[in-house]
């Protein structure tokens, strides 16, 4: 289930709204990283009743941090800002279901994988939606904005009208609001987002599921500046660390009944 994400938005970072939040271990020898994440994407991240960030992203950046001996502060940032957000040092690092593509390698540097989930199309239970461009001519398709979902459907879905959200749930009030047919997205953040949740009562997903590595990736890793190889070396040990002495199972089994890793590469 291969989240998410593509279309790269290099623009300038103005205006971005930015939070922290600390995320506390031990800091032997002061080392200091800031992290990006969404904190509007549950279950991978997201805000509390308490107004704290949760998710399976928050609490791998937590033991990948304890892991490395650092002390992380967890940055919140739109989805599409978090690029350029990266290449002005507002942070250090991205850790928000980001899929690993080709296309983003041009100018971040990612970790391997750390979870792997594919996108899929949900729309109306019963409503016949064919998962091809003839089938969904003329339908509206929701789509979160500057990623990988949408820029698969802008490129295959030409004859659909493609509608783009800033958050995933503002797409599913439309979609449960009857203003949109169809939406694409990561097929878990859809189904325990949606789809198991009241409003989505009366919806299923479609089709199949969805892997292009063009579009879709090689699964999400942490993305981090080009320069940056030493951070990068020392996450891609510590997501090995982790997944080895049951770390990594722990932080998954808390909120999926499944293997989210994914086949091995």
Same mark, same amino acid.
């Given at each position: 289930?291969?989240?998410?994400?593509?279309? /790269?938005?290099?623009?300038?970072?103005?205006?971005?709204? /930015?939070?922290?939040?600390?995320?506390?271990?031990?800091?032997? =020898?002061?080392?200091?990283?800031?992290?990006?994440?969404?904190?509007?994407?549950?279950?991978?991240?997201?805000?509390?009743? &308490?107004?704290?960030?949760?998710?399976? =992203?928050?609490?791998?950046?937590?033991?990948?941090?304890?892991?490395?001996? %650092?002390?992380?502060?967890?940055?919140?940032?739109?989805?599409?800002?978090?690029?350029?957000?990266?290449?002005?040092?507002?942070?250090? %690092?991205?850790?928000?279901?980001?899929?690993?593509?080709?296309?983003?390698?041009?100018?971040?540097?990612?970790?391997?994988?750390?979870?792997?989930?594919?996108?899929?199309?949900?729309?109306?239970?019963?409503?016949? $939606?064919?998962?091809?461009?003839?089938? $969904?001519?003329?339908?509206?398709?929701?789509?979160?904005?500057?990623?990988?979902?949408?820029?698969?459907?802008?490129?295959?879905?030409? =004859?659909?009208?493609?509608?783009?959200?800033?958050?995933? &749930?503002?797409?599913? $009030?439309?979609?449960?609001?009857?203003?949109? =047919?169809?939406?694409? %997205?990561?097929?878990?953040?859809?189904?325990?987002?949606? $789809?198991?949740?009241?409003?989505?009562?009366?919806?299923?997903?479609?089709?199949? &599921?969805?892997?292009?590595?063009?579009?879709?990736?090689?699964?999400?890793?942490?993305?981090?500046?080009?320069?940056?190889?030493?951070?990068?070396?020392?996450? !891609?040990?510590?997501?090995?660390?982790?997944?080895? !002495?049951?770390?990594?199972?722990?932080?998954?089994?808390?909120?999926?009944?499944? &293997?989210?890793?994914?086949?091995? !590469?």
């Amino acid at each position: 289930m291969l989240l998410r994400r593509s279309i /790269l938005s290099l623009a300038a970072a103005a205006g971005l709204m /930015l939070s922290a939040l600390a995320v506390h271990a031990q800091v032997p =020898d002061g080392k200091k990283i800031r992290i990006g994440v969404e904190g509007a994407y549950p279950p991978f991240s997201e805000i509390g009743t &308490d107004g704290k960030l949760k998710g399976f =992203d928050i609490d791998i950046a937590m033991a990948l941090c304890a892991e490395i001996k %650092a002390e992380c502060t967890l940055v919140q940032q739109d989805w599409d800002g978090m690029i350029p957000a990266l290449q002005a040092r507002k942070f250090d %690092a991205i850790i928000a279901s980001m899929a690993i593509t080709d296309e983003r390698r041009k100018v971040v540097n990612f970790t391997e994988k750390y979870q792997s989930t594919p996108a899929r199309l949900a729309g109306k239970a019963g409503a016949r $939606l064919e998962a091809t461009p003839a089938g $969904l001519k003329g339908r509206r398709l929701g789509v979160q904005r500057s990623t990988s979902h949408d820029r698969y459907l802008s490129e295959f879905y030409k =004859d659909s009208e493609i509608v783009r959200y800033a958050k995933s &749930d503002d797409m599913f $009030l439309d979609l449960a609001a009857g203003r949109i =047919d169809a939406a694409m %997205a990561d097929s878990v953040a859809m189904d325990i987002g949606f $789809l198991k949740k009241p409003q989505g009562k009366g919806f299923a997903f479609f089709g199949p &599921d969805f892997h292009d590595p063009r579009y879709f990736g090689y699964g999400a890793g942490i993305a981090l500046r080009k320069a940056d190889t030493d951070l990068q070396a020392r996450f !891609n040990a510590a997501i090995r660390a982790i997944r080895a !002495n049951g770390v990594y199972k722990k932080v998954q089994d808390k909120y999926f009944d499944f &293997d989210v890793y994914g086949a091995a !590469n």
